[in-house]
């Protein structure tokens, strides 16, 4: 008897699933959604998009289905977009409907999402962020009053490669790097280094964790139990960070009741504008708010510029003809100077080409989500209210209708005939070239990541010239992908350096 029961309890429930599965193709027919490949009960369409790299996949579907696709991840819905036309619409015509974020399960760790600005809603709280952002930190006066920091570290870093230069060592490129991209960023905003902290490993790990897949993402019902363990995992990590930053502005009100000179940072801005946030009484802004924007500033700025270096450097190994265009322009314009300016940078449009080719290959971050708060018509398809968006930058980046020879790394396609790059830039306007997205969500740290990504790449190529060990002239550079919320190299670049001299 008791066999009976559960044959028939569990009879109940397959044909429930595959009502629901029947009402909700019917529904999706009807709402006229973009087409997609045909999702199977329960994983939807989580096997076609698989784990390893899903922009490639998710390119792949698009040629099929078009550059607007249908998906179902777990139970939640999702539009991909895979061309410059649809995300022009997305980013443009449609951007105060489309500009929200999905809510993914990782972020609540420690609160975060509430004082994230990468994962806000579009409203006073992000604005607010946004606006102290756009005026105040990545102002252009101030940006330009720390640029001697940044000199400073950018020095350091020739140091260090001079002295495995000297020793002929292979340089490992990513580590030197990203500890130069998050001093970079850590003397910008608060003019102390954060190497010696541990934080890049907390960096790192909060990146992992951050893109893991995750079963909470796609079956939110069952988030609360968090099965993966995604954001226990990610806990202890937002709380060292909002326990260092607590120490920052602790040290840094200490030294400014002793009489101390201000230091005009980030820090300094924004404990300028503490008290007058105090003051009001519903402050949508407090220092919960800023920890949670210094948060994101420090890992999504320090990963995403030595990472562009990195598959700049790789790029330029595997075309030496290249690096020898970017050397010869960087000896017409720095000279024997000991070292590169960021005001050299405007007149270096070859090694601004290098940067865009690069960032159009390898954008940092390939798909970027977003979350649609309206129902809209796109194309003449209907997104519906509550769908992820997926903009596969990868994607349109890589589009034949729009770049000749997609594949190919050619800096040549952003000069013209003068000698000035023409066409793209990342504005985001035209969406031909977004690695930095765009519309209301376009990264907020571009000002910065544009300064430290020339002037290192710049740097390392004027004082060094660059050779492979003898394993990868034999078999070449793996530029295979590991996906992540940054995209980096799969197998980490290793280069020869040896010093240029300068006064030849």
Known sequence: MASQLVVAVGLALCLIIISMYAFQLIADARRRLPPGPFPLPVVGNLLAVGRGNPQRSLARLAERYGPLMSLRLGVVPAVVVSSADAAREILQKHNAELADRPVLDA????????????????????????????????APIRL????????????????????????????????????????????????????????????????????TPNVSDFYPAIAAADLQGVRRRMEPLVADFYQLLDEVFAQRLLEREAGEPPKNDMLDAVLDKEHEW?????????????????????????????????????????????????????????????????????????????VKEVLRLYPVGPLTYYRAEATVGVQGYT?????????????????????????????????????????????????????????????????????????????????????????????????TEKFGIVMSMATPLKAIAKKRMLDA
């Open 383 to 479: 997104i519906p209210q509550g769908a992820t968006i997926i903009l596969n930058i990868w994607a349109v980046h890589r589009n034949a209708d729009v770049w000749p020879d997609p594949h190919k790394f050619v800096p040549e396609r952003f000069m013209g005939d003068d000698g000035n790059n023409i066409t793209a830039d990342f504005s985001g306007k035209d969406c031909k070239l977004i690695p930095f997205g765009g519309g209301r969500r376009i990264c907020l740290g571009m000002p910065l990541a544009y300064r430290t990504v020339h002037l290192i790449l710049a740097s390392l190529l004027h004082h060094f010239d660059w050779t492979l060990p003898e394993e990868a002239r034999q078999n070449g550079i793996d530029m």
């Open 278 to 354: 105090q003051q009001k009484e519903e402050s949508i802004i407090n220092r919960s708010t800023i920890k949670g924007l210094f948060t994101d500033m420090l890992v999504a700025g320090s990963d995403t510029s030595s990472t562009t270096v990195e598959w700049a450097m790789a790029s330029l190994l595997e075309n030496p003809e290249v690096m020898e265009k970017v050397k010869r322009e960087l000896t017409r314009v720095v000279g024997t100077r000991a070292q590169v300016q960021e005001s050299d940078i405007a007149q270096l449009p070859y090694l601004q080409a290098v």
């Open 107 to 138: 972020w609540h760790a420690h609160g975060h999402r509430a004082n994230s600005v990468i994962s806000l809603p579009p409203h006073a709280r992000w604005r607010a962020l946004r606006k102290l952002c756009a005026t105040e930190l990545f």
């Open 144 to 211: 330009k009053a720390l640029q001697p920091l940044r000199q400073h570290k950018v020095e350091e870093l020739v140091c260090y490669v001079s002295e495995r230069a000297a020793l002929g060592e292979p340089v490992a490129v990513r580590e030197p790097l990203f500890t130069a991209s998050m001093n970079i960023v850590s003397r910008t905003m608060f003019s102390v280094d954060f190497d010696s902290a541990g934080l890049g490993d907390i960096v790192k790990e909060a990146t992992v964790l951050a893109a």
